[in-house]
């Protein structure tokens, strides 16, 4: 598999001169009919994966806060070692699933505008995405670091 570039272009029907994509009910250039078996893409299924993703981000809230009801009441201080472990274990968590929550509320609003905004050009569409991507990095491993 090349790379991303190389793929889209294939797909698009690119250098290769196969059949490519091509969009419901567009004619193709050899003249024929348009949709069949081509890509379809529609503002209903943007809106759909993104209110799916919402309700990811849903899902993580309630996670959060059984984990913090998990918590409460939970002495760390002049207590056994392993309840200070468990509280960097909870802090590591609660971090990662703030931030899971953000992204998943981020990607839900990028979907729903690519619906909306379908006459963009691709490297718009892409745009989108890249700056996702650029706003959350995946968290480094904890535990077992020296310290």
């Known amino acids: 598999m090349g790379s991303f570039e190389e ?3 294939r797909l698009k029907g690119g250098p290769s001169g196969g059949p490519g994509m091509r969009l419901a009910g567009v004619p193709a250039a050899d003249g024929g009919g348009g949709g069949a078996g081509g890509l379809q893409s529609t503002k209903p299924a943007w809106t759909a994966a993104g209110t799916a993703v919402g309700g ?3 899902d993580v809230k309630k996670a959060l806060t059984g984990l913090e009801t998990g918590q ?3 002495a760390t201080e002049g207590a056994v070692e392993s309840a ?3 509280s960097e274990v ?3 968590w ?3 699933l703030e ?3 953000g992204r998943c509320t981020a990607l839900q609003g990028k979907l729903q505008r690519a619906g909306n905004d379908l006459f963009l050009t691709d490297d718009n569409l892409k745009g ?3 700056e996702l991507a650029s706003h959350y990095q995946d968290t480094p491993a904890t535990g077992g670091q020296e310290r």
Do not use: D, P, V
């Open 94 to 96: 609660k971090t990662y």
């Open 128 to 130: 989108l995405f890249t």
């Open 90 to 92: 909870y802090t590591s």
């Open 7 to 9: 793929e889209w272009a």
């Open 72 to 74: 409460k009441g939970l």
């Open 84 to 86: 200070g472990a468990q």
């Open 99 to 101: 931030a899971l929550s």
């Open 56 to 58: 990811l981000a849903g």
